[in-house]
């Protein structure tokens, strides 16, 4: 699966984003959806996902009641809607897939598959 994110840019803190990754290859439905985030010097850090069929979401607490991730299978699209954006938001966001069978939802499974960054960046 070859995935696509965009959405990203300037926003001040207080307002809101929505990411976007768009998915072509194999039955994007076989798929969990995810995504994470990488700001300048730190190291890559989970950020929400959604099962396959999209009845199961999971959050970092640090976007817990701010962010929601929702998923369209009819459009092959994965949504991060970022609401309350702090300055500490601003990071590259990166989607990713993991085959449904790679492991035990949440935190099992392996995420094979990785979109190229889509940039955040909440002024203050």
């Known amino acids: 699966v070859q995935l696509q994110a965009s959405g990203g840019g300037l926003v001040q803190a207080g307002g809101s984003l929505r990411l976007s990754c768009a998915a072509s290859?194999?039955?994007?439905?076989?798929?969990?959806m995810g995504w994470f985030r990488q700001a300048p010097g730190q190291e890559r850090e989970f950020v929400a996902s959604?099962?396959?069929?999209?009845?199961?979401?999971y959050y970092a607490d640090s976007v817990k009641g701010r962010f929601t991730i929702s998923r369209d299978n009819a459009k092959n699209t994965v949504y991060l809607q970022m609401n309350s954006l702090e300055p500490g938001d601003t990071a590259a966001y990166y989607c990713?897939?993991?085959?449904?069978?790679?492991?035990?939802?949440?935190?099992?499974?392996?995420?094979?598959?990785w979109g190229q960054g889509t940039l955040v960046t909440v002024s203050s």
């Open positions: 990713a897939a993991a085959d449904y069978r790679s492991g035990s939802w949440p935190e099992g499974v392996s995420w094979d598959y």
């Open positions: 290859g194999r039955a994007f439905g076989t798929y969990h």
């Open positions: 959604i099962s396959y069929a999209g009845g199961r979401t």
